[in-house]
């Protein structure tokens, strides 16, 4: 099974400082956490982001879709104040700015690949080619994870040694035939699809359960007990 935190902090710390930037993965560090969760998605000059909507309104003073905006654009937008005025400066960020950062904090990452439909390979493909290029050799492998099989077919095939993980809503019928096509170590469903039954016959066939999006204590207690892997969560702490 694959070594995980218990902890992982989601989009960053997205209920500490503005999901997805920059501000977002110090503020995990801060909290002494070991990894982190974050959204990757295109802009329209084919450059990777990290975003979690597909539009701009809810996360920046921005209007319209991301992919139809170039890196310039999105540069120009304030990605902070929406979450409190002393974000104001923060930016989105790329995605090269992220992995380095996380870099920098020793912080391990979870790069969820989040495709505009009809962009799905080269949404999975060239944020892989960047992970590729700037992640070290060293060190924890990042985690690379979508709701969309063929990224995952994508990662099996750019970075094969790289850790995967199918994110789905509810754990499916089918879910043993997924997890086996596409390599999967990991899955990462949301919690409240869960239940001790489930996560046992996942654990012992031998994949890790991961369990989205965690914020209440005596939750993430219940869940850990019964044997998920990892929560993600917008207030992550270590321990
Ligand atoms: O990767 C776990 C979680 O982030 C999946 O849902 O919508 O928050 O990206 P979402
Ligand atoms: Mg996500």
Not at 58 to 81: F, H, I, P, Q, Y
Not at 139 to 146: C, E, H, T
Request: aromatic share 6%; proline share 5%; net charge negative.
């Amino acid at each position: 099974m694959i070594d995980l935190p218990s902890v992982i902090g989601h989009r960053g710390a997205a209920g500490l400082a503005p999901e997805n930037t920059l501000a977002s993965f110090h503020a995990a560090a801060a909290r002494g956490l070991e990894m982190v969760e974050f959204d990757v998605r295109l802009t329209a000059d084919l450059q990777p982001v990290a975003f979690h909507d597909d539009t701009l309104e809810r996360t920046t003073n921005g209007v319209g879709a991301v992919a139809l905006r170039d890196l310039a654009e999105l540069k120009r937008l304030d990605a902070g104040s929406w979450f409190a005025p002393q974000f104001g400066g923060e930016r989105i960020a790329t995605l090269d700015e992220v992995l380095l950062l996380c870099r920098e904090l020793g912080l391990g990452v979870n790069m969820e690949i989040k495709p505009d439909h009809g962009r799905e390979v080269e949404t999975a493909r060239l944020a892989l080619e960047r992970a590729a290029t700037l992640w070290p050799v060293s060190g924890r492998a990042p985690l690379v994870s979508s709701f969309v099989g063929v990224c995952l077919t994508v990662a099996r095939d750019l970075t094969p040694s790289w850790p995967r993980g199918l994110l789905v809503k509810a754990v499916p019928e089918d879910w043993r035939d997924r997890v086996a096509g596409f390599g999967c170590s990991t899955i990462h469903a949301d919690h409240r699809h869960l239940d001790p039954a489930l996560v046992a016959v996942v654990a012992q066939a031998g994949y890790s359960v991961l369990a989205y999006t965690v914020n209440d204590g005596v939750r993430a207690g219940e869940l850990l007990k019964m044997g998920v892997c990892s929560i993600f969560s917008d207030y992550p702490h270590s321990s």
